[in-house]
Structures are given as C-alpha cells and as structure tokens.
C-alpha cells in the first residue's frame, strides 16, 4: 500500500512536471513583420513613441520620409538648459513633420561634435557639455540612415539646430547619396531649418528688437523652449531675480512668450517644409 501511494505521488509529480513543459512548449503569440496590429495605434510622428507595427503601417500608408534631427548637449548662458537644442527639436520636428503629412521622425540625435574633448576647447570648457569627434558623429549618422533604409524609407532629411551640426550632415548626405546609386533611398541635408537669421529679421519686423547681452541665448531661443516648458529657461527663478528678460526683451508675462514660442515654431516649420518638398520632388537619379 504504501509502495502504491509513492507511486502514485511519483505520477502525480510526473503529471505536473509534464503539464509545464507542455504549457511552457505552446507556441507565443505570433510576431513577425506580416503580423496584424491588434489594437487602434496612437498619434504620434516620434518613432521611439510608436510600436513597430505603427512604424511598419505607416511604411504602408506611404509615410516613408523620416526626419533625422541632430541637437547638442552643450552650455547656453547661466538661464538655458544644456539640452536646449534637443529640446527645441522635439517642438520644431513635431510641427514640420505634422505639415509634411507623409513623415516620421527618429529619436533626436542628442551628441555631437562640441569642441575638443581633452584638452577642453569650444563648448567642452563648460561642464555638462557633452562632445563627440566629427567622425564618431559622422558614424553614427551614417548607421542610423542605413537603420531607416534597411526599413523602406525613401527619403532621409537631415536638419540640425546647432551650427556645429551642419558640415557633418553635409557631408554624411553626399556620401551615401553616393554609395546608394540605386536611387532608392535618398538623403536630403536641409540647411534651411538652420536659418536663424530669417528668423530674427521675421522677428524684427514684428517689434522683437534685440541687443546682444553676450550670452548664448536669444528671444527666439528662450521663446521656443518657453513653448515647450518654462522651466526650461528658469521662468520662476529669473522672475524672482529680476532677470526675466533677454537681449533687452521682456519676457513677462510668459504666457505672452509662450504664445511667441508658437509662432516661432510654426514659421521655423513653415520655412523648413518648403525646402524639404523642393529637395524630395527633385527627380531620383
């Protein structure tokens, strides 16, 4: 009898032993690039915040340019964050690929080329500032495109918010142009989102007259990032001082900034989306 009850036991450890690996073998839900999304997708144009089966479905649905934003840890005056142009980005990107209708964007790019690193020069004077070489950053660019056209994208747009961003976009753009002579992904380095001038004239010839204190720092800088969220420009703090102000601007109250951080974006967009069309309807070689 009681040889009986161990075997028993034995068969009912043997069952339940059996029962997982059987449960542990089932097959996992399906998920290859065929697969059907089972739920509604959600409104956004940032790659890092979709699924791949959003971006893939918006491959379908013929948004197949993909803007690739280069931004820049670096020092902006004693009332900036150091992320300030990453941050201008997230704005400025969101609304030109809103306008485009058939784009997404990539993670912005937050390192580039700020001065050399040891010894410090250029921005690396400042701490927080983050650098890299020019070929580091021309590397990373160079594999990030190839990640886009691996996936279907045609056209890759290259805009930077930093002067130091431009030479290497440049020539990252000519060099895979180059290399892709099929013609079936192009890249597009568009120098026109990078026309601050425009902008201030713009700016001048609605009554927003400047004169520089100095820093690295304008109205039209803080009333983007004002837009985005005053604490990046230390709104509370600077008012508490007395220092809310830049250039000889006002930027009391903020609201009014804000609001003036809206149409910068809106006209920085504008002027952007007319050059990326122009670029992308120019006939494939």
């Known amino acids: 009898m ?3 009850t161990y075997s028993t036991a034995a068969l009912a450890a043997v069952g339940l032993a059996t029962g997982l690996l059987v449960a542990t073998a089932l097959p996992s839900p ?14 956004t144009v940032f790659v890092e915040e979709m ?16 803007i690739v934003a280069t931004g820049g840890i670096e020092e902006n005056g004693p009332y900036v964050v150091t992320g300030k142009h990453n941050y201008i980005l997230r ?12 784009a997404l964007v990539a993670p912005v790019v937050p390192f580039v080329p700020e001065g050399r690193i040891d010894p410090p020069a250029g921005h690396m004077k400042f701490p927080g500032t983050i650098s890299l070489t020019e070929d580091t950053y021309q590397r990373l660019l160079t594999d990030i495109c190839a990640s886009f056209r691996a996936h279907g994208f045609r ?8 002067g130091g961003n431009q030479k290497g976009m440049k020539a990252v753009a000519a060099d895979l142009n180059k290399k892709w002579a099929d013609g079936k992904t192009r890249v597009h380095f568009v120098p026109e989102y990078y026309d601050h001038e425009s902008v201030d ?11 520089s204190e100095g820093l690295h720092d304008s109205f039209a800088v803080s009333a983007t990032l004002a837009a985005v969220d005053p604490v990046l420009i230390r709104a509370k703090q600077r008012q508490a ?4 102000s830049i250039n000889g601007v006002d930027l009391a109250p903020p609201e009014k900034t804000v609001e003036w951080g809206k149409k910068i974006i809106d006209f920085r967009a ?3 989306v007319r050059a990326i069309r122009k670029a992308v309807t120019e006939p494939r070689r």
Not at 51 to 66: G, I, N, P, S
Not at 201 to 211: D, F, N, R, T, Y
Not at 241 to 244: D, H, I
């Open 155 to 162: 056209d890759i747009v290259l805009i930077g918010d930093s």
């Open 270 to 272: 504008e002027t952007t």
């Open 2 to 4: 009681r040889s009986h």
């Open 201 to 211: 004239q713009w700016l001048a010839s609605q009554g927003i007259k400047e004169v």
């Open 241 to 244: 001082a007395k220092k809310f």
């Open 91 to 102: 704005a400025t990107a969101d609304a030109i690929t809103r306008k485009l209708g058939n």
């Open 30 to 43: 399906p998920s290859t690039p065929a697969d059907a999304r089972p739920i509604a997708g959600h409104d």
């Open 51 to 66: 699924t791949w089966m959003e971006v893939r479905d918006a491959l379908k649905d013929q948004k197949t340019t993909v």
